[in-house]
Structures are given as structure tokens and as C-alpha cells.
């Protein structure tokens, strides 16, 4: 889609749609119109539309205006407009249209600037949400927005957010084809390919074989990739925009969880598909750090396998050594991404990290407390934490932190081994996050359980139903100001 900007007066825009964001109940503002234009528009306000937030109407324009139809969309009550509320009624607003087949769309920007905000998250908000994934449909339809003119003054500040949320908002959509595609095509294989894409002069990829981590001492991540034919593949890359200690970020890399021998119930397992979104954002993050230069040192850790349950798959009651040296009793074979997160982990510490943060989708717990609503997050470093609360204010990608004590150790004790992995029902999202932390110790770290928030299942305002792809926009968000 193209996205230009433009100092020229609503009136004189031609496209199928202007787009005019309201008020709740003030149909005043936009008197640059024209007179008939004003008419319609406060006839509009008194019967079907009252400017409520995410309320749209759509009213063919007179036809003494360029734009050959206006779209009014509520942002509601003045006091409580905010930046995220524009950002849906961007995702609305651009959706709507897409849907009606419109392809040329003007925005006004005379009521958020009056507001004091940016249009850019109205954007941002757009972009978003007109994703589609249609790959696999018979049917092809064309209706795909490709243009929109922001109508306002332009200025470095609007070009360079105008920018950042291009860029990542591109990533985002890298990301949720990844976790869209069923893991039949999104294979371990095919997401190293889909890493080495992102190979390029300051990005460098590499991928790790089987035979790579055996060398490595990676037994927990094996056991994982036992029970499955395909081969697993620990993808490692680099970018490297200043010369600093580099931030690890870790994504766990399920391209399906079965559940192993501790089997799932069939119902909703299709979505286990998902169980890789934590690695799908890494990539995104990276390559939206690269192709925003930033300048910070990252390396992304991506342990990808399936977690199936054929002949040589590893069983309840196995013991595996990681590469710390720390042995795993395994009691449960679905609690599989704690296994490969482990090893992850410890391979990170050789790169003398700042700070690791791993993204993962890890527990049911998650969603069963927090919903489809927020990330939970556990770490043990609280400047981390607070400004990975910043960023979720800034993104609305919003996170909870759920606490770490040291009691939740005894959970984790095995009469046989180091350590076992899972502590039983109760605090199950905690107890995931604490074996973690058994890894990372004294590194810097933070865990962000995206269970309940990487797949909708029902459309949000610039969510399509699916792979929401979070976690790129909090963590780009976080990497803005990042200097350790
Ligand atoms: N990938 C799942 C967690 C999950 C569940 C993600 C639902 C998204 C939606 C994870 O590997 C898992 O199976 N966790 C178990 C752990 C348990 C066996 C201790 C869980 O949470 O049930
Ligand atoms: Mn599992
Ligand atoms: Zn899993």
C-alpha cells in the first residue's frame, strides 16, 4: 500500500473515500467542507450516527467535492480519546472500506491534531488491520486498499513515524503469515528458510542442525525433537547496529505441539499451530530493528521442532541433561517449550548478553487468568520489567506481571533429577516461568507468556481473527530507546 502525504485541502482530494474522524456528538469541526457537505454530515449526527467510539457511517459526497464519498468514524467522548482509541478506529475504518472495495482513501487529520495526537497511530491502526491471510483460498478476491493520502502539513516528525509504523507493521504481517500457515508448511525447516530470507549485510542468519546442538549439550531442546520425523533447527541471527553487549531475544519455535506422549485432547488442537508465535515475533523484531538501522546489538535464538509423539519419542519419567548441566525430569512431554527454552537460554549466556527476553507462547494458565487480553510477564530484573511496562502502555500490547517468589522453587523439586518439569496445576503459569528462571539466574531476564494473546479467535478493531503477531510492536517499541 502507498501512504503519501499531502497539503492539500479535503475538498480537493480526489479518492473513492475521505475518511473524517469525529467527536462524540460534535459535528462542527469539519466546516472546511463546504456548506452541503456540512448539511449532510449534521443530519447524519441527529439520527444514525453519534460519533461513538468505532461507530462508522458512510454518505456518498455532494458532488462539489473531490472525494466521492465520506466516511465519518466516532472516536468518542473528547476526555477519553486516546492513542490506542485511534488506532482501532483506524483498523475499523480502513477494514470497512477495504470490504466495500474502495482503493483510494484520503485521511483528514484536522480533529486529532486538534486533539493533540497523531494521526500516525490512525495509520498505524489500518495497516493493521486490513490484514488478510488468503493463501490457501480457492476464491481470489481483489479488494485490497492501495492508497492512502494523509492530509496534512508535512513535517520530519510525521515522516518518521509515518516510517516506523510502515516498518513495522510489515513485520507484524512477517510474522502472522508465519503462524497462519499450517505446520505442515511451516515445518522446522521452512522457518529457517523463512530466517535465512531475512539474510542480508547487517543481519546475519545461521541455523544450527541436529548434530550442532548434540555437540552443544542441547538434550532438553532434543527430547523435544524426538518424537517427530522432521528434523529440528536452531536458528540463530544477528544483527549488530552498535558495537554494544548484545540483547538476546528468544522465541519459542513449536511448529506444533501435539503434546508429545502426554498427549492433547483433540479439541482445538488445529491451533497448536500457533505454539511458534513467540518465534515468529523474534524474526519480525529483528528484521524491523535491521531495516530500521537501529542502533542496537541483537541476537535472536529461535528453537524450532515439532512435539509429536512417535516411536522415539521421549516419555514421562526420561531424564535429559540441558546444556547448563542442569538434568530434567520429564513429567510431562507437553510441558515442552519450558524444555527448549532452557537450552535456548543457556546457549545465550555464551554471548554475554545485557538481557534476555524470551517471548513464548508457554501455558493455558496464561489465558485461563489473563484472557485474550495481556502477556504475562516474570523476569528478575526490574528495570526491565518497567520499561517493558512503558512500551506496553506506548503499543497496547499490554502486559501483567505475575510474581517470581522463591517458594514456587519447591515446586519444581524431583526426587530423581535437578529439577522437573512441571510443579502441578496450581500457579502452573508461575512454575513455568520459574524453571526458566533456574536458567537464567543471574542474567538479566524476562519471560513474556504470549498463550492468550498470540491467536484471536474473534476479529478485534486491527486484529483479524488469527494470529495477532504481538509482541513485534512492544518490543520495537522498547528497542527505540534502547541504549543498555
Ligand atoms: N503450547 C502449550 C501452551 C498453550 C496452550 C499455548 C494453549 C496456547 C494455548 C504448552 O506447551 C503446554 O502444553 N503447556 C501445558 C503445560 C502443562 C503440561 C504443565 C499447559 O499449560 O497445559
Ligand atoms: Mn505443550
Ligand atoms: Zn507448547
Not at 473524517?20 to 444514525?48: C, M, R, W
Request: aromatic share 6%; hydrophobic share 40%.
Amino acid at each position: 500500500m502507498n501512504i503519501s502525504i499531502k497539503n492539500i485541502r479535503e475538498a480537493d482530494c480526489p479518492c473513492d473515500a475521505l475518511i473524517l474522524p469525529v467527536t462524540e456528538g460534535d459535528s462542527g469541526i469539519n466546516s472546511k467542507l463546504g456548506a452541503s457537505v456540512q448539511h449532510l454530515i449534521k443530519k447524519a449526527f441527529t439520527k444514525e450516527f453519534k460519533g461513538k467510539h468505532n461507530e462508522i457511517l458512510l454518505i456518498p459526497s455532494p458532488g462539489d467535492i473531490k472525494p466521492e464519498r465520506i466516511l465519518l468514524v466516532g472516536l468518542g467522548k473528547k476526555g477519553d480519546i486516546s492513542a490506542e482509541k485511534i488506532r482501532q478506529a483506524g483498523g475499523k475504518a480502513a477494514a470497512y472500506l477495504r470490504d466495500m472495495g474502495m482503493k483510494k482513501l484520503a485521511l483528514s487529520t484536522r480533529d486529532i491534531a486538534s486533539l493533540k495526537l497523531s494521526s500516525v497511530n490512525f495509520i498505524e491502526g489500518a495497516l493493521l488491520g486490513i490484514y488478510t491471510f488468503k493463501k490457501y483460498k480457492g476464491e481470489k478476491n481483489n479488494k485490497a486498499l492501495d492508497n492512502i493520502t494523509i492530509l496534512s502539513k508535512t513535517s520530519r516528525e510525521l515522516e518518521n513515524k509515518l516510517k516506523w509504523a510502515e516498518t513495522v507493521a510489515s513485520s507484524v504481517f512477517f510474522a502472522r503469515d508465519l503462524i497462519n500457515t499450517p505446520s505442515n508448511d511451516m515445518t522446522p525447516t521452512n522457518l529457517a528458510r523463512a530466517a535465512l530470507s531475512l539474510n542480508k549485510k547487517n543481519l546475519f542468519v545461521k541455523v544450527l542442525e541436529k548434530k550442532d546442538a548434540e555437540k552443544l549439550g542441547m538434550r532438553a531442546y532434543l527430547s523435544v525433537a524426538k518424537g517427530s520425523n522432521e528434523p529440528p533447527k536452531f536458528i540463530v541471527l544477528e544483527y549488530k547496529g552498535a558495537e554494544a553487549k548484545p540483547l538476546v531475544l528468544i522465541g519459542k519455535s513449536i511448529t506444533f505441539d501435539s503434546g508429545g506422549i502426554s498427549l492433547k485432547p483433540a479439541d482445538g488442537m488445529e491451533k497448536m499451530k500457533y505454539d511458534m508465535a513467540g518465534g515468529a515475533a523474534i524474526l519480525g523484531i529483528i528484521k524491523a530493528a535491521s531495516e530500521m538501522k537501529l542502533p542496537v546489538h541483537l541476537i535472536g535464538l529461535l528453537p524450532a521442532t515439532e512435539n509429536l509423539p512417535g516411536g522415539a519419542a521421549t516419555k514421562p519419567g526420561d531424564i535429559v541433561r540441558a546444556i547448563t548441566g542442569k538434568t530434567v525430569e520429564i513429567i510431562n512431554t507437553d510441558a515442552e517449550g519450558r524444555l527448549i527454552l532452557a537450552d535456548a537460554i543457556g546457549y545465550a549466556k555464551r554471548f554475554k548478553p545485557v538481557a534476555i527476553i524470551d517471548i513464548a507462547t508457554l501455558t493455558g494458565a496464561c489465558s485461563i487468568a489473563l484472557g485474550n487480553e495481556a502477556i504475562a510477564m516474570m523476569g528478575n530484573d526490574k528495570k526491565l520489567i518497567d520499561r517493558i511496562k512503558k512500551s506496553s502502555e506506548n503499543t497496547y500490547e499490554r502486559v501483567w506481571e505475575m510474581p517470581l517468589y522463591d517458594e514456587y522453587k519447591e515446586y519444581l523439586k524431583s526426587d530423581v533429577a535437578d529439577i522437573k518439569n512441571t510443579g502441578g496445576k496450581n500457579g502452573s503459569l508461575v512454575t513455568a516461568a520459574y524453571f526458566l528462571y533456574e536458567f537464567a539466574e543471574k542474567t538479566p531476564w524476562v519471560h513474556l507468556d504470549i498463550a492468550g494473546t498470540a491467536w484471536v479467535d474473534k476479529d478485534k478493531p486491527y486484529i483479524p481473527k488469527g494470529a495477532s503477531g504481538i509482541g513485534v510492536r512492544l518490543i520495537m517499541d522498547l528497542l527505540k530507546d534502547f541504549r543498555p
